[in-house]
Structure formats: C-alpha cells, structure tokens
C-alpha cells in the first residue's frame, strides 16, 4: 500500500500544474487539496484490479491519478458552506478556510476537468477503449452518480429513508466512483471475459457501499483527531446514516456481510485477487 500510495502521489504531482504557474494561487491550492493526505483507496483498488489484466503500472498511473483528482475535487466542494460546511479535512483547514470560497469552488471546477484532460491525452490503449474509460469515469462523476448521491443526500437532511433508498444514496454518492476506479484499473490491461467483469464489477459495488457503511461507523465512534475531519458531523446534521438506521451493531454485521460477499465476487481470480481481497479487508476494518 505504501509504495503504491507513494507512486501516486508522486504521479499527482508530475501530472498536477506547478504551483508557480500562473495562476498562482489556483493551482497552489489545487495541489494542496489534491496532495499529501489521504489513504488513496481509489487509487490502491485501481491498482489492484490492473493486477487482475496484467496492466502496466504507467497506465494505471493516469487512471489512478484522474480517479483521485475527481474525489479530491469532490472533496473541496462537499467542504463548502453551501454543502457540508466544513472546516477540517485530512487533518488540515479545507480548501475554502486556507484560501476562500471562490477560490475553493474554482479548485473543484480545475480539478475535475484536469483529470478528464489526463484520461483523454495519455496513451491508454485503442481509441475506443480510452474513449470508453473517459465516459465511465463521466458517469460515475455526474448526476447518474457521485454529483447526483450528493444531490439526494442533501435533499435527505432530516427525513427518514429506508434501507434500499440509503443504499440507492450511497451507490451513487460513493460507490460509483469506488466501481470507477476498479473498472478503469481493470481496463488498463487484457480484456476480461464477460463473467470475470461481472463478477469484478459486483466485487465494485459491494467494496463501494462497504466503504460508506464503515464511514458512518467511523463518524460516531472515531474522534476527530483520528479521522482528520470532524467527527459526529452527520449525527449533528440529522443525515440518515446506516447507525441511524440500522443501529451500530446491526451496522458492524452488515459491513462483514458486504464484505464477505465482495470477496465471494473475487473467487473466479484466485491469487491474481489477492490485493483486492487485501484492500476489502482493509475497508471493512479500517480505523480512519
């Protein structure tokens, strides 16, 4: 996980603009709310399922990188006052607090379109197989996905939701960029047979809508100094969460069950799976 999550930073960083280049305040916060914080989950699974094809690490590089720039603009704007207002993230000020809101939601903008200017200059294989991977990271960007969750989760401040609606939220909000990441990886090196990406893809969103289930957890049982963003927020905001719904040990035995059916997805792979398997773990049980 280091080396991989070292090798994108530094990847982040070649592909990001320098901080010096006009303009200068733009792109010094861009690389600030992009850079030197984080666990790097999309990245780690992109690099992940590209073991499961044979990819190239440079390949994955770009997809890797293109992932992160999407959550980390998604990042900066879910911080605004207008969303989730917020003023501590990866245990430093966010982006909106160290510089200023227009300055923040210019970030947000730059860094989307950077990771689609990333995906659409590399070499990453045929035309239409980059054309494909740039479309997939779209509809997992838009309001079919993570910008459209976010669009729901905040219509839902307040209100009740059942289960299929909270996870209806949460596969968009967050697990469609989850699923993104693991499918580019994937497309970065051999084709798969229509059973091994169907399988590879229910592997996604089971991983994706893990992740969310152990988030709420972390929100009210790990302290702010632990998460590096300020803990207790959805509970104070009165957002449905999967501990308001299902209560906190009910919760806990949901995320094992998400785990162990992502990790039944990855049977089909054996040992090429391992990474991915490592990475389920990881989600499921992680303390940040």
Known sequence: MAATQGRVETALARYLPAADSIPARLHDAMRYSALGGGKRVRPLLAFAAGELTGAPAEKLEVV????????????????????DDDDLRRGRPTCHVEYDEATALLVGDSLQTQAFELLATQALGEPKQQLEMIALLAHASG???????QAIDLASVGKPLTQP?????????????????????ALCGEPLSTEARDNLDRFAKRAGLLFQVVDDILD????????????GKDEAADKPTYVSLLGLERARSY???????????????GERASRLTQLADFICHRQF
Request: net charge negative.
């Open 255 to 269: 995320a094992e069950e998400l785990r162990s059916d992502a990790l039944a997805s990855l049977s089909c792979f």
């Open 143 to 149: 309001s079919r996905g993570m910008a459209g969750g």
């Open 165 to 185: 609606e909270l996870e209806l939220m949460h596969a968009l909000k967050t697990g469609a960029l989850i699923r993104a990441a693991v499918l580019l990886g």
């Open 220 to 231: 009210c049982t790990a302290s702010t100094a632990t998460l590096g963003k300020t803990a």
């Open 64 to 83: 890797a990188g293109a992932v992160e720039m999407i959550h980390a603009y998604s990042l900066v704007h879910d911080d605004l006052p207008c969303m």
